[in-house]
């Protein structure tokens, strides 16, 4: 497994420092940089086109200036250099939630391109991690106190299945306008979420 860390800009009220291997490859995104430092963590690569931070100085990272108009976000360049450089896994921190839900929303996209890549992708914050899957399969462990939910990412996901879970389904159609997958609870169990053709959306946050 090649796992590298993506550091976005949204601020980061959790230990994320204990979520980081000696072996992970850090990447900041633009004032992503700021986080990963926050914490103690040193940025190997950091790309952007510097909008929303200056530029940062006394560092060893390799740094890449972008252009401000462009078609990739910053996050999305990045993820384009990791598959092109061959990592399996990627953690996504501080790329959800804050002031600007259109980059939310675009950092899910991002973990889509990833899913299709196949390279395994989590983003996490404080209440909750989401990864996606596209026409495969994922095992979640039991936990405690934790919500799961399943949305399709595309107008339809053929052949779902969830086993293990309070609430099962074996080879369903779902679409993007009905969210009957949220919501769903674990047993003591794992929990198989699998779909044949299309792409799920995992979202696993805490309960209330």
């Given at each position: 497994?090649?796992?590298?860390?993506?550091?976005?800009?949204?601020?980061?009220d959790f230990p994320v420092e204990k979520m980081i291997r000696d072996s992970d490859v850090i990447f900041c995104?633009?004032?992503?940089?700021?986080?990963?430092?926050?914490?103690?963590?040193?940025?190997?690569?950091?790309?952007?086109?510097?909008?929303?931070?200056?530029?940062?100085?006394?560092?060893?990272?390799?740094?890449?200036?972008?252009?401000?108009?462009?078609?990739?976000?910053?996050?999305?360049?990045?993820?384009?250099?990791?598959?092109?450089?061959?990592?399996?896994?990627?953690?996504?921190?501080?790329?959800?939630?804050?002031?600007?839900?259109?980059?939310?929303?675009?950092?899910?996209?991002?973990?889509?391109?990833?899913?299709?890549?196949?390279?395994?992708?989590?983003?996490?914050?404080?209440?909750?991690?989401?990864?996606?899957?596209?026409?495969?399969?994922?095992?979640?462990?039991?936990?405690?106190?934790?919500?799961?939910?399943?949305?399709?990412?595309?107008?339809?996901?053929?052949?779902?299945?969830?086993?293990?879970?309070?609430?099962?389904?074996?080879?369903?159609?779902?679409?993007?306008?009905?969210?009957?997958?949220?919501?769903?609870?674990?047993?003591?169990?794992?929990?198989?979420?699998?779909?044949?053709?299309?792409?799920?959306?995992?979202?696993?946050?805490?309960k209330d």
């Amino acid at each position: 497994m090649k796992r590298c860390v993506i550091f976005g800009s949204v601020d980061i009220d959790f230990p994320v420092e204990k979520m980081i291997r000696d072996s992970d490859v850090i990447f900041c995104a633009d004032r992503g940089w700021k986080n990963a430092v926050k914490h103690g963590i040193k940025p190997d690569f950091i790309i952007g086109d510097f909008d929303s931070s200056e530029k940062p100085d006394g560092t060893d990272a390799d740094i890449t200036v972008l252009p401000t108009e462009k078609d990739d976000t910053d996050t999305y360049h990045i993820a384009k250099t990791v598959v092109e450089n061959g990592f399996t896994d990627v953690l996504m921190v501080g790329l959800l939630g804050g002031k600007r839900i259109e980059h939310t929303f675009a950092n899910i996209q991002t973990m889509l391109y990833f899913a299709k890549n196949r390279v395994n992708a989590t983003a996490a914050d404080k209440y909750s991690s989401i990864t996606v899957i596209q026409n495969g399969r994922i095992n979640l462990p039991p936990m405690e106190n934790k919500f799961f939910s399943v949305f399709s990412l595309g107008e339809k996901a053929n052949g779902v299945s969830i086993k293990g879970a309070k609430y099962t389904v074996e080879d369903a159609d779902i679409s993007n306008d009905y969210p009957i997958g949220v919501s769903n609870e674990f047993c003591g169990c794992p929990v198989e979420i699998s779909v044949k053709d299309g792409a799920l959306l995992i979202v696993i946050t805490e309960k209330d």
